[in-house]
């Protein structure tokens, strides 16, 4: 079994910058894919960004493209997601997301994710 644990989240203004940090424990490969979703308030969840066991592979939703940055440490087991220039609707809860197989990278195929973390609360100030 698998568990996530992220953190990072907290209160930026606009224009400002925020890494959320997620670190998977338990039991993983060399392949296990990692992610971000995110679920602002009255709204459905969506996708945000995923990267390749290996990390050579990255995917961004257009909404953050350019301005989001995915990573990972697999000596450390974790994954960031670096965000700059955030937005008022950046505002949401986070999740991050794992398994061993490679997602289409869409909100439509979120379901598929074998593990979510807890969520962290990220909140853009105007």
């Known amino acids: 079994q698998v568990q996530l644990v992220e953190s990072g989240g907290g209160l930026v203004q606009a224009g400002g910058s925020l890494t959320l940090s997620c670190t998977a424990s338990?039991?993983?490969?060399?392949?296990?894919?990692m992610g971000w979703f995110r679920q602002a308030p009255g709204k459905e969840r969506e996708f945000v960004s995923v990267?390749?066991?290996?990390?050579?592979?990255?995917h961004y939703a257009d909404s953050v493209k350019g301005r989001f940055t995915i990573s990972r440490d697999n000596a450390k087991n974790t994954v960031y997601l670096q965000m700059n220039s955030l937005k008022p609707e950046d505002t949401a809860v986070y999740y991050c997301?794992?398994?061993?197989?490679?997602?289409?990278?869409?909100?439509?195929?979120?379901?598929?994710?074998?593990?979510w973390g807890q969520g962290t609360q990220v909140t853009v100030s105007t």
């Open positions: 338990g039991s993983t490969s060399s392949s296990f894919v």
């Open positions: 997301v794992g398994g061993p197989l490679w997602i289409p990278p869409t909100t439509d195929w979120g379901h598929l994710y074998d593990y």
């Open positions: 990267i390749s066991g290996t990390g050579t592979t990255t």
